[in-house]
């Protein structure tokens, strides 16, 4: 399973990220599938974000259940994320990641806010 994230790369303050996962080699509504977002700020450890199920069902960490959103789109097998109001302290690397069967990382985009 392959999983290719793609997005803006840089954002301004207070605007909104929207990133993409492409995945290829399985589909994302395969059963016991689990869709994860997770991130990398600069000089810290992994942040686990949320995540779409194999059913469309979400889940979101507190500490960004206020901020984002995880959608899919079955057609082109792509999990989407999107944040709003990002700030320089979302700067990070973001991955998603397949948790269920082969787990599978994607290798990740380098989202930079700043003015």
């Known amino acids: 399973v392959q999983l290719q994230e793609s997005g803006p790369g840089l954002v301004k303050p207070s605007q909104t990220l929207s990133l993409t996962c492409t995945v290829s080699g399985a589909s994302i509504t395969t059963n016991y599938y689990w869709w994860m977002w997770i991130r990398q700020p600069p000089g810290k450890g992994l942040e686990y974000m949320g995540l779409?199920?194999?059913?469309?069902?979400?889940e979101y960490d507190p500490s960004f259940k206020s901020r984002i959103s995880i959608s899919r789109d079955t057609s082109k097998n792509q999990i989407s994320l999107q944040m709003i109001s990002v700030t320089p302290q979302d700067t990070a690397v973001y991955y998603c990641?397949?948790?269920?069967?082969?787990?599978?990382w994607g290798q990740g985009t380098q989202v930079t806010v700043s003015s």
């Open positions: 779409i199920a194999y059913s469309g069902g979400t």
């Open positions: 990641f397949l948790w269920g069967g082969p787990n599978s």
